[in-house]
């Protein structure tokens, strides 16, 4: 018998010889690879089997009968060995992996794999009674696994369905047992007795029935659990009436879940031995002798070369080193994203017993031109509690009584002062002897200590649009004033404030239209009471891009979700866009766009009438888009031409926003969608709402320095849109249920003593200056 | 005590007790009797030495008795049945009446008008005799039912509840109250030694047994005698004594000429190894049961006859011709079999002659046999033969007609002819196993495997069977559906499934099922149920719980996946087989299957294993030229660059760059590829990519930019390259 070792973490495999060059791993399985499962009369299986099959009516039992390691080099053995019967596709697989505590785990690597694999739990079965004549049994009568011995008969009829072949079984406290063909007693832990009932056929009240189904002319099936506790082989039928079936469930051996252990390097013996034995299925044959059977085999053990194998991921360089990622990544691999500041160097291991092999590292961050960052830690697990076990095996181990131990990790907590590129390195310094590198890989660190100081473009105006002759950059526009709430009359008179100002704080609500519930809430609704009446006034807007607004089919199709693709569908965009990035005459439409920006900033990429198609968000370095998500609102402003003089009484456009990547990552074309469909942006005034997700599903989890209030980076940068179009007027078609435009509810309004408020006893100055408040920029 | 029944020998026990007058010779009342299983106590044989045969006058009344004409309780008179008024049953399925208890012992009759309680008006009754079940019948509300057997001691009704009404019973064995005569004495123990001649008299007609036959009987009868009761035969056969009942079952006058029957009629004449007297010369209503003369064995039981002439037996309606089947036989030669099965209304019929044409081809023979077979469920009265022929042709017709047999050797009139059965032919004859096949986008070439001589078998030969070759067109479908409900089987199962109806549910039929750990095959669809075939022996079946998940998948030889291609005949197949099969041009690497199968007669034989012919796309061109030019550098220090091809191509291109300049013959080692991968230039000629070129600093650099046409195989053309001059840094 050939034995094999088995590295769970990394699924890297060795054929056991007792050659110091073929050394195994601390963590390895040993792997015994039997014909079929066997029992263990070693109790070190941790799901151990019956070993039993039905041979030719033989009754075969192999049994494991001795398990044991010896530590050569100290000459004892090893304590708390453990062997488990793993897992595969369809159930457990017949070999023994020795060391292993549960059987999944060996499945890490092949996660495909995992989730289709199960261990062996006997099915529910149901034994019928056969087909032929109806009669009676005096005698004990065998059908399949089930013996059945009748107090004083039973009876076996034909059922009054003609569909059913077989026969039903009548025999009240009879004896119901379970065994093997040889005798062998079977035990069970779930059992049922399918019964034919009758229209108004009585079940006596301390009988259960679990199930009950409809059949045909008045008959049912019904199903009545036998309580037999936590296993048995017999009960008696409890029952008097006709028996279809018998559901049962043969009792699992009990399960245990130890701690595994890892070995010391040094030399080993594995020593196994067993027998075969087999039972004849009548007394009229001769049972075989037994037959025996052993294997021993010595290995070696020493410490892995690497940590590698065991790094299952890295918050500090490029995650793709640790197992392969497809998707949106278009950093140089070996390097990936710069580095936030202000989140921990995190190096998350697989298992939970690093820190049994290096109790603690030293992480340290070698830049190129600036001081290094060195750091002892400890080992530590995780706080989490993660850990990176199928979820099968960590399913198997909950319901066996385990737990789940989170595996380790180190995190520098040093702060990491200078950006640029830096090789990150952990190795470990004993406390005797030289300090030897267990890993390395390049890093780069952010000029930018997180995400929204990375994306922040704190300027108010758009200035530098592109088009099919070059860029254009024009003079800022200023803002347009807020007015303020202490002079709302006036201000509404004016038009300076819209009637949803004042109805509505989030702007989202906009999009459709105001219902009147939502004034309840509303400043007007607790500056006027009641409102019961809703007067026409702000126009109705488009739900989708109208007239020639939506984007071209050919850049629409590439405003699609991130994709290892998104480099290419930038270029494609800006080059379908006809737009020339380069005033330099000449030069190639798309020259210099890979170039990186001194500072973060945003540009239109505009067709010929000078309507933004994208507004592009560049940055000086790359940043992990997957983790951007941007939305955005655009408030019409008055003059279709020039700066902006004036808000619109129109509602705000509520738009979603695609984010199409550059190269290299480092800005990205966002692409507004009205209604799903992709559009040319007005002129307005907008609002881009920026969140950047620490914990993205599906990547790595980014752990902050200091906790985020909400869990992620937000941003919010509000500027003006000044070139282009204004955005067209839905034409009216009886503009009912709208919100009432502010001059026609003043003239509704009486001003005077405050009247009694409907919610709350907040006088209109009182909610002035919480509104003043809520906006201290107000002006 | 072990007692005699005046009944039937052999096999089958449901014999009627004797007939009515019989006036065919022998003239009389016919009887006949056979022995118990096991031998009485103390005696180390089953029967006795002599049995005495007794008769009394009973007034019968034709026109009344109880109705019942046939069985063991034929002509009984009313007032011998024992009477127990209405009796309800209720409590579980089924519900039982013991009518040991009732009436003291088993019986032979049970009579009762059926009323059903709630639910069905109509229940499954059946009857037992100890552990056998005797009688299984339909009941419907209001029915006048009777049971007979030679023995009935437990009732049970697969109802929850019902009523008896005028439950009667008839126990035959019962201490008669009539005055019986002895009228012979038949000396058994003399039949195993005199000569033919001397038992010539028993039977008092013209015997078909002679004395050769009588001998051979003799000898039946001796090893009977001399084997202990009980002792088991050779080989698991019948032993001595089953033997001799099989003997005497085979004829009435079989039974006679052995002692166990006897004629009370005018033909007889001098006894020599027995005694009789007193026989009837005319037929007249009399009682019979016989008696063993030492008592060893208690009294049998009584046999009404009346006083008239017997009843003709019934004619038997056409027989069923069933199972029939053309199949190739194990010796290689064309094998078919059939049953024929007959049912009648007289439990006395013991068996029939059958009249059978066989047509074989064009040939028709015509064969007239005995039929005494049974099958466990065939009730009384119905039987069947099994019938099977090596033959030349596999168009094979059976017709048949049978008259019924007793166990008094009478024989009825000739029932019809049933039509013509045309026996269906069960074949499933595997096609010539292929090799490899190709295919040129207009013609495949299917090559069998060696030795490449495959012939038809002698069915499909017979047939002029083709071959016919099949391409798969579409994959199986698959199906993930909720169990809403099972109504398990021992044989199927019945689930009705949740969920959207798939747009052609028959298509799963002959496909698989998983549930849990139940797998099956799909043999019927009819959404939302469908029903699964859960072959499983003896042993248990998996169990389909509430909730589980049904994955149903299509058969992949399933018929609907596959398209004909070509059919060619089966004789002569050559070793490589080649039709036209024109198919589109291949723009990716594309797997062709082709599958054979058998025609023959109107049948399809199962797919064959697939052989699959690989189609690859044309080898590209290489590109068009191109100029390249440098859009910038990212801040990875990747330099993006734009290709510009000089005419458009529809071909999926890909960018690649080698450092310095490379002669195209060296490139393709020492390139390596841009970022952007295989995809097709816009317009055709626009190319980007990002590429790790060099970013020279003071010095200026040189690149080799090459591009290779790539097709949906990942087949590649060759490089066409261009030399790229990077600037130094001004």
Known sequence: MDLGALHPISGRQWKLTDEQANAIWPDVCLVVPFGAQVADATNTIVNPVNGESVQGGWTVTSTLLTLQLTDLVQDIKVAGVTAVWAAGPGGDIPALHILGNDPFSWLTPHLDVAGSASTTTYPLRDQWFGAGPAQLFAKPRRFGGLVVAPVEFGVLLAPPLGWLATRVLRAPNAKLSFSYPSGKAIKVDQLWLGVLRGIEEPIEQNLQVDEEVPLVDGWSLALIRIDVGKGTDAVEIPYGGSILFVRYRQRPLTVTTPERITLQPGHYELTLSGVTQAKAPAPEFDDPPDKPWSATQRFWVEHPPSLRPYVRFTTLGDDRLFGPKRGFDPTLPGVGFPAHGDYLPVVRFCVPYVKGMFKNLRLRVDYLDAPNVSQEVDVLANVAGESALPEAAQIWKAAHGGTVPPDDEVFMTSPLPSAGPASFRLSHVPAAGAEFELDSWGVQISRFPNAATHLAWPVTCITRFYRYDGPHDQTACPTIGSPKWKEVARNIFWGRIRAHDLHVHEPERLGPQPKQTDFAESIAGQLLMPIDVIITGMPEEYATPPDDWPLPSALASLAEPLGADAAQRFLLFLWRSKVRLSAQAGAPELADVGDPVESTTIEAVCDGENRPLALWLRTPEPIDWRRVHADMTLRHVNSDTGCPTSYANRHTMALAVRLLPSIDGSGALLVARLGGVPTRLPRGEITLKVAYEPAEPGLVKLRPRTPLPSGHETLSMTFLQPFGQTWPIKPAEGAVGVVPHIPQLVQKRKFGPPEPLPYGKQAVHELVEKLLAEEPTGQ | ?730
């Open chain 2, 1 to 730: 005590m072990n007692r005699l029944s005046l009944a039937a020998t052999g096999w089958v026990a449901q014999q009627p007790t004797g007939t009515g007058w019989v006036a065919d010779h022998p003239i009389g009342n016919r009887l006949r009797w056979s022995w118990p299983e096991d031998a009485a106590e103390g005696e180390h044989r089953i029967l006795p030495e002599r049995i005495l045969v007794e008769r009394a006058p009973v007034d019968i009344d034709v026109d009344v008795g109880a109705g019942i004409v046939l069985g063991p309780a034929a002509w009984v008179p009313l007032n011998l049945w024992q009477h127990h008024g209405d009796v309800g049953l209720s409590g579980l399925t089924p519900v039982e009446l013991s009518l040991s208890q009732l009436a003291g012992g088993p019986v032979q009759a049970v009579r009762f008008i059926y009323e059903a309680w709630f639910g069905s008006t109509q229940a499954l009754v059946q009857a037992f005799d100890v552990e056998r079940c005797v009688v299984t019948r339909w009941v419907q509300d209001g029915e006048l039912v009777v049971l007979q057997a030679p023995a009935i001691d437990r009732l049970t009704v697969m109802r929850p509840a019902c009523v008896l009404r005028q439950l009667s019973t008839l126990d035959l064995y019962a201490p008669s109250k009539l005055s019986f005569d002895v009228i012979a004495e038949i000396n058994l123990a003399a039949t195993g030694a005199v000569a033919f001649s001397a038992v010539e008299p028993r039977y008092p007609a013209k015997p078909t047994l002679y004395l050769t036959r009588w001998t051979e009987l003799q000898d039946a009868w001796n090893a009977a005698w001399a084997e202990a009761p009980g002792a088991v035969g050779p080989n698991g056969g019948p032993n001595a004594w089953h033997a001799l009942q099989i003997a005497l079952a085979a004829r009435w006058e079989h039974a006679v000429f052995c002692g166990l029957g006897f004629v009370d009629g005018p033909d007889n004449s001098a006894p020599v190894v027995d005694t009789w007297h007193d026989l009837l010369t005319a037929p007249q209503g009399v009682a019979y049961r016989i008696r063993d003369s030492g008592e060893k064995l208690a009294p049998s039981n009584v046999v009404y006859v009346p006083g008239a002439q017997a009843s003709d037996l019934v004619m038997l309606p056409a027989p069923a011709i069933e199972q029939g089947a053309v199949r190739l036989g194990s010796s290689g030669k064309i094998h078919v079999s059939w049953d024929i099965a007959w049912t009648g209304p007289n439990p006395g019929t013991i068996g029939v002659e059958i009249e059978e044409t066989l047509t074989i081809g064009s040939n028709t023979s015509t064969e007239t046999y005995g039929g005494r077979g049974r099958r466990e469920l065939d009730p009384p009265g119905a039987g069947f033969v099994h019938r099977e022929e090596e033959v030349a042709s596999h168009l094979v017709a059976v017709s048949a007609r049978v008259r019924p047999q007793d166990g008094f050797d009478r024989l009825g009139l000739w029932g019809p002819w049933t039509s013509p059965i045309v026996l269906a032919i069960d074949h499933h004859p595997q096609p010539p196993l292929l090799r490899s096949a190709t295919n040129n986008g207009t013609t495949t070439i299917l090559t069998q495997s060696p030795p490449a001589d495959w012939v038809p078998d002698a069915l499909v030969a017979a047939a002029n069977g083709t071959v016919r070759i099949s391409r798969r067109i579409a994959e199986p479908t698959r199906l993930s559906a909720s169990v809403i409900r099972a109504i398990p089987s021992s044989d199927f199962l019945l689930v009705k499934l949740g969920g959207v109806t798939p747009s052609d549910p028959a298509a799963y039929v002959g496909g698989q099922i998983r549930i849990g750990t139940l797998s099956g095959t799909v043999t019927l669809v009819s959404w939302p149920w469908a029903t699964v075939d859960v072959p499983h022996g003896d042993g248990p079946t998996a169990a389909v719980p509430a909730g589980a998940t049904a994955e149903l998948s299509q058969s992949p030889t399933h018929p609907a996946l596959f398209v004909q291609v070509h059919q060619q005949p089966a004789k002569g197949l050559p070793a490589v087989v080649t039709f036209p099969d024109a198919m589109p041009v291949a723009t990716s690497a594309q797997l062709l299957e082709y599958r054979a199968q058998l025609v023959f007669a109107g049948q399809v034989g199962p797919l064959g294993p697939a052989v699959q012919a690989l189609r690859l796309p044309a080898t590209p061109k290489v590109p068009p030229p191109f100029k390249v030019t440098t859009l910038g550098v990212d801040f990875y220090h990747r330099t993006v660059v734009q290709l510009e091809l000089t005419k458009p191509t529809p071909d999926l291109l890909e960018v690649w760059w080698a450092d310095g300049n490379v002669s195209v013959a060296d490139f393709s080692s020492r390139a390596v590829p841009g970022d952007a991968g295989v995809r097709h230039a816009e317009i055709g000629t626009i190319l980007f990519d990002t590429l790790s070129l060099p970013v020279p600093k003071k010095v200026p650099r040189t690149v080799t930019i090459g591009v290779q046409a790539v097709n949906g195989a990942d087949g590649r053309s060759a490089f066409l390259t261009v030399v790229h001059a990077l600037p130094a840094a001004p």
